[in-house]
C-alpha cells in the first residue's frame, strides 16, 4: 500500500509569516493519463475537510492565492505565502490513484505562534 | 451549489449495526463515484470505502471488509453505509465525499460504538 508522510506535524507559525508543509509518498503519483494526483486539504476546528489544491497545484475555487502547491513524482509542498488567523487548523495531502483508494497524511497541524 | 448530508450516525453497542445515509444535491449523482472516509475525533483521515457510478463495483478497506456494505440510490440521490458488527474501534465522525479526487464532502455523522 501507498504510504503518505507529512512533515512537519505541527506548524506554529507567526501572522503574516510564510508556512511550508512538505508530503512525500512511497510510490510515484504520476497516473498513466501524465497527471499527479496529489490533493491537498484544509480541516479547520470543528469542520469537515475541504480540498484546497487538485492535482499538484490547482487551487480550488474560492481558494486565496496566498495557497501554493507544487512537486512531482512522490515530492510536494504545499506553501502558505502569509499566515492569516484564518488558516488555523489540519492539512492533509492526499493521493488518489494507488490503493487503498484514498490515502491521507497524517496531517500538518497549523497553528498561530 | 453541491451538498452532501449524511445521518444515520449514533450510539450503537458493540455487535450492533448502523446504516449511515449521504444525501446529495446540486449535482448529477449518477456521474460520480463515492466515497465513505472516517475520523476518529482528533485523529486523521481514514479512507472507508467506494462505489462506483452504477454500484457494480466496490471496494473496502481491510478493517472493514466483510462488515460494512455500500450501495447507492441513484434515483434518489443518496449514497448508503450498511455497517455490521460493529466494534469499539468503528467509533468515528463518516463523511461521504464526491468523487476520486474528494473535491466535496458532507458536514460528517458520528457513529459511537460502546457498551
Known amino acids: 500500500d501507498v504510504v503518505m508522510t507529512q512533515s512537519p506535524l505541527s506548524l506554529p507559525v507567526t501572522l503574516g509569516q510564510p508556512a511550508s508543509i512538505s508530503c512525500r509518498s512511497s510510490q510515484s503519483l504520476v497516473y498513466s493519463d501524465g497527471n499527479t494526483y496529489l490533493n491537498w486539504f484544509q480541516q479547520r476546528p470543528g469542520q469537515s475537510p475541504r480540498r484546497l489544491i487538485y492535482?499538484?497545484?490547482n487551487r480550488d475555487s474560492g481558494v486565496p492565492d496566498r495557497f501554493t502547491g507544487s512537486g512531482s513524482g512522490t515530492d510536494f509542498t504545499l506553501k502558505i505565502s502569509r499566515v492569516e488567523a484564518e488558516d488555523v487548523g489540519v492539512y492533509y495531502c492526499m493521493q488518489g490513484i494507488h490503493w487503498p483508494m484514498y490515502t491521507f497524511g497524517q496531517g500538518t497541524y497549523l497553528e498561530i505562534k | 451549489e453541491v451538498h452532501l448530508v449524511e445521518s444515520g450516525g449514533g450510539l450503537v453497542q458493540p455487535g450492533g449495526s448502523l446504516r449511515l445515509s449521504c444525501v446529495v444535491s446540486?449535482?448529477?449523482?449518477?456521474?460520480?463515484?463515492m466515497h465513505w472516509v472516517r475520523q476518529v475525533p482528533g485523529k486523521g483521515l481514514v479512507w472507508v470505502s467506494r462505489i462506483n457510478v452504477d454500484g457494480s463495483s466496490t471496494s473496502y478497506a481491510d478493517s472493514v471488509k466483510g462488515r460494512f456494505t455500500i450501495s447507492r440510490d441513484n434515483a434518489e440521490n443518496t449514497l448508503y453505509l450498511q455497517m455490521n458488527s460493529l466494534r469499539v474501534e468503528d467509533t468515528a465522525v463518516y463523511y461521504c465525499?464526491?468523487?476520486?479526487?474528494?473535491?466535496?464532502w458532507g458536514q460528517g455523522t458520528l457513529v459511537t460504538v460502546s457498551s
Open positions: 492535482r499538484v497545484s
Open positions: 465525499a464526491r468523487g476520486n479526487s474528494a473535491d466535496y
Open positions: 446540486g449535482f448529477t449523482f449518477s456521474s460520480y463515484w
